[in-house]
């Protein structure tokens, strides 16, 4: 089993930057594909980024591209995401989720996730 927990989230302006980061136990998360969802009120959740077991692939939603980073350091077991030039549409509950060896946008292939961190950005 792996337990996710989420931080780092909070209220920033808009055109602002926050990192939000996501701490692994239980086990190793070295070989496991890692994701950031988002889901904003009234929504359903949406893939946001996902890196690979090395971190050498990443995949992120158009939407966030080019504004958005996803990394993670494998021994300290964690995944960040950096976020730049935020919108007011990028508010929302951030999660973190786990799966096995590679990459997938579909929150269903995910087999274990964090309780999410909020992210509010103001115009």
């Known amino acids: 089993q792996v337990q996710l927990v989420e931080s780092g989230g909070g209220l920033v302006q808009a055109g602002g930057s926050l990192r939000i980061s996501c701490v692994a136990s239980?086990?190793?998360?070295?070989?496991?594909?890692m994701a950031w969802f988002r889901q904003a009120p009234g929504t359903e959740r949406e893939f946001v980024a996902a890196?690979?077991?090395?971190?050498?692939?990443?995949h992120y939603a158009d939407s966030v591209k080019g504004r958005f980073t996803i990394s993670r350091d494998n021994a300290k077991n964690t995944v960040y995401l950096q976020m730049s030039s935020l919108k007011p549409e990028d508010t929302a509950v951030y999660y973190c989720?786990?799966?096995?060896?590679?990459?997938?946008?579909?929150?269903?292939?995910?087999?274990?996730w964090g309780q999410g961190t909020q992210v509010t950005v103001s115009s």
């Open positions: 989720a786990a799966r096995g060896w590679t990459i997938r946008r579909s929150e269903d292939e995910y087999d274990y």
């Open positions: 239980g086990r190793s998360i070295s070989r496991s594909a």
């Open positions: 890196i690979s077991w090395s971190g050498v692939d990443t």
